[in-house]
């Protein structure tokens, strides 16, 4: 099979990887930064932005938009099923909730708005976490369209990373660190 020519994508891997790790621009802030040991998998509600997070010793709810973790349960046994799906507590109880991370899964990618995150293995097996102004395209500098970045984080032991479904907060989470974004 012959080799695909990537040579074109030069200038992109050395721009990402010279871009330093940095906060988000406005209108993002970072709202919590936390140490989940054995973090495994996490889960927005549909309806709220708050984020169900599941780790080896149990599980915890935070609010993304104020970074308050609102309830805690240390129970190893609930986990994320074969569904990817795990039943929320506190103030996610009774609700049953998608989640993404160490056994798969996805969060959304994009806002309606036109921002998007992406995870680029640059240096792999660590990726290199982005967040793409709207109106630009990471891959859009071979086309010469713009490639407006930030580089958020270079994470090792990627779980999750990507937004809520109202568009308003993104989280970034690894084996063993969770960080929470939003904006108005």
Known sequence: MPSLDTSYLDPLRKSIEQAPVCLPPAPWVLTGH???AGLEDVGFD???DLLLVCSS???GVFDCR???KLAREYDATRATDQYHECTGIGPLSGCTLRMAGISGGGLPNATADGWCVEAIPVRWPVSQLLLVEPGSWLFGAAYGKPANFHKLAEEPELRAFGFSWSGRSLVIAGSGELML???A
């Open 34 to 36: 936390y140490c989940v």
């Open 46 to 48: 549909r309806d709220r």
């Open 57 to 59: 010793s149990g599980l």
């Open 66 to 68: 104020t970074g308050e």
């Open 181 to 183: 974004f939003s904006r």
